[in-house]
């Protein structure tokens, strides 16, 4: 899908530009080579421009897509609204000849001719396709443990004879994306609701403040930290209307971002300042919070392959053979420890006891299908959380037994000497230095 001709679409060309920065930034990073078309109109706007004068719709739209075919390119779009407008009329004029007779009829008189050669793609279906791998080996900043809030708006899905992409109701792409930048797509009550858009220009703007207000509200009730969107309509909806809510004393600050914007962030693309300086809900939050994850994840790669902690923990394939976790599965559970990890909180599962409960026994590691298993991470886990001085009383008492004796079992010479064997103790003064010289030192798991 090199071969594409961008159509940022007019809302977002003259009123948020700061998105189609992100879009072509994003773009390059992956090396994907675009073109632009001066020549290019609005789509036009599917809810108004469709609903007062149909023709000029049809025409507009396919207009549009015969300038696509004059560069002999698909058509690559980041607005909801452009998709639908541009793939439904593609849909119209590959499938009916009657439809596709009459647009030509039209555009003959500015010497243009459509067939409905060139594909659409949105923005957020593009990267679907580019693939989890090709993004995740991009990723600089995960966004790990960062809790987001996708809004897909109706324009991406429906119709769905007409785009033919993801189920319109029970979506998932735009939410696998998230994902793959390490960030945790939430489920909230009015996650498929439309934003009300469009209800300002039906001369009922209260109507679109309660729908966005809803939302938010449904929102905050799952703890997102931040509201991510694919469509510039949406985008001023939640960014836009969170001022306008404030004024009737209803605070979210729940700041708003466009897919590519997210996306630049991960990748480790300088953007932050033209986000701060265009979006009206605040952001310096969110970037507090991701400069945060940041430091967690630089301190769980010292100590961990995150990559294999990501495998193991969507593997979970011993979890229900771990001897300990069948007995005592409210208290023990690895794939819950693998995820706290991954989520930035080590220091956390530093301090819980329940790491001293894995047995050693290796049956993770005959089991997992890498033959890496468990007990490496509870090894390193357990050296960590005795280092910083939390172990269970058993365990510290054996420690400091050995460190003082360089036995663990206390020398008994009558014991010996009941079943006939030799009663000297073990020479382990060398030992005894060696463990003196490391005390002195400040170590680090192996």
Known sequence: MDDIVLFPGCMISYRLPFIEVSVKKALEHFEINYWENEKFSCCPEPNGIKNTDSVLYSITASRNLALAETQEKDILTPCNGCFETLKGIRSELRVDSHFREKMNNHLSEINLKVEGDSDVFHLVEFFHQLGSDTIKEKIKYPLTSLKVAVHYGCHFLRPSNKIQMDDPMEPHIFDKLIEDLGA??????????????????????????????????????????????????????????????????????????????????????????????????????????????????????????????????????????????????????????????????????????????CLDCYVCYELCPMRVGLVEIFTTLRNLAQNKGNSTDGFSQEIEAFKKMGTVAMFSKSARKRVGLKSKKPELEDLKILINKLEKKVREPY
């Open 184 to 357: 945790k797509s939430v489920d909230y009550i009015h996650k498929m609701d439309c934003c009300g858009g469009s209800l300002e220009r039906a001369g009922n703007s209260d109507a679109g403040l309660e729908m966005i207000h809803s939302k938010l509200e449904s929102i905050k009730e799952v703890g997102a930290d931040a509201i991510v969107v694919g469509c510039p309509q949406c985008f001023m909806q939640f960014d836009h209307l969170q001022r306008e809510l404030k004024r009737l004393d209803y605070e979210f600050d729940i700041p708003v971002f466009y897919y590519s914007e997210l996306l630049c962030i991960a990748l480790g693309i300088d953007i932050r300042d033209i986000i701060k300086k265009y979006h009206r809900t605040p952001v310096e939050k969110i970037f507090a919070k991701i400069d945060s994850i940041h430091e967690k994840n630089k301190e769980i790669k010292k100590y961990f392959d995150v990559e294999f902690l990501k495998e193991c923990y969507s593997c979970g394939a011993c979890n229900s053979d771990c001897p300990v976790a069948k007995y005592m599965p409210q208290t023990f559970n690895p794939q819950e420890i693998v995820k706290k990890i991954l989520n930035g909180r080590l220091e956390q599962v530093l301090t819980d006891s329940s790491i001293w409960l």
